[in-house]
């Protein structure tokens, strides 16, 4: 990757956690003012940066039009939104859409849920496959040399009590995926709160994404978040539907 190439990223990178000022931008890059400047002004005028005030830089309208073609050209999220729209009204809970991509889950939709408490997802975030309900239907999905390679190159960080640790752990844990048809995410990645995903199909069975419905403890315990299965694997089988399966 070019030079310049790596700074702007980084420079964008940089911006999304808010506007940010021409000094912070250089701090952040590690860079001379006058190198930021004029990225800075080659991104300004292709409208992927703008400039707030006197001081300060924002990202800018043309990288979200850009995210929004790039999630709406994922044929799986168009397909899906239905079907997902309607867990959300049915059941008042968050539900999400991921994808895997490059040994890590891609959140490509989400529906917030009614209840106060919020998730910190977001669409176009990423996620550990070892602690999410929805890695855990990806990765099941996968061939098993392949399970087992992902299982093996993951480094398991602990996110609370209950994230699983260590690759025998974790295939085994896929296994019980694979045999059941749904996971779950027992406060493995957040300690307030569980998820339960299950897998979107398309043509020939093959897992494009994975459903989830995510709920805080407070509202649901283990067995309440269980009684939702019904629901989301009707949900799932709906956006499977629309996706080309057939059983």
Known sequence: MSQSLDRGLSLLTALAG???TLDELADALGV??????????????????QREGA????????????????LEGRDVRRESAPALAALNDRT???VHLATYEDGEVVYVDKYEGRHSVRMYSRVGKRAPLHCTA?????VAALPEAQREKV?????????????????????????????????????????????????????????????????????????GLLALLPDLRAAAEDASTHNGWTR
């Open 92 to 94: 008042g809970h968050t």
């Open 18 to 20: 808010g506007a940010s």
């Open 134 to 138: 929805v890695g855990k239907v990806l």
């Open 151 to 223: 299982a093996r190159g993951l480094d398991y960080p602990r996110l609370t009590a209950n994230t699983i640790t260590t690759a025998e752990e974790y295939l085994a844990e896929l296994a019980r995926v694979a045999e059941r048809g749904y996971a779950v995410d027992n406060a493995e990645h957040e300690d307030f709160i569980h998820c339960v995903a299950a897998p979107v199909r398309g043509p020939g069975g093959a897992v494009l994404a994975a459903v989830s419905l995510s709920v805080p403890k407070v509202l649901l315990d283990y067995d």
């Open 55 to 70: 001081r300060h830089y924002r990202l800018g309208s043309a990288l979200f039009d850009l995210a929004n073609r790039a």
């Open 32 to 49: 001379h003012k006058s190198t930021v400047l004029r990225l800075l002004r080659t991104l300004e005028a292709q409208h992927f940066v």
